[in-house]
């Protein structure tokens, strides 16, 4: 059986701003199935908000930024087979003991 991912907004964002992490990231977007791949659909608000904190603190370019957000629009929000999960208030309470 393959494996699944789920990428939460920390790991989807070392896709965008290189750091620690940033080539694991690489690899599963690069080499895994976009079917087995999952993020929670409030995750690409997340994503943003952390790629504007960035921004902001100085830590990429405005250019660097937009490029990051066009990217992972493309990549992310826009790709049909990558399965965006909708959150509920029952799956967020369930994930409290996992997490």
Do not use: H
């Not at 087995?36 to 990429?60: F, Q, T």
């Not at 990051?68 to 994930?95: G, H, Q, W, Y």
């Amino acid at each position: 059986m393959a494996n699944s991912f789920y990428l939460d907004a920390s790991s989807l964002v070392k896709r965008y701003v290189p750091e620690t992490g940033s080539a694991q990231t690489d690899v599963i977007l690069e080499t895994v199935p976009a079917n087995r791949i999952y993020l929670l659909n409030v995750g690409a608000g997340e994503v943003i908000s952390i790629l504007v904190r960035k921004r902001n603190a100085g830590i990429i370019t405005i250019p660097d930024f937009g490029q990051a957000l066009a990217s992972f629009e493309s990549e992310i929000v826009r790709a049909a087979d990558i399965t965006k999960v909708p959150v509920s208030n029952r799956l967020a309470v369930s994930s409290f003991p996992l997490i």
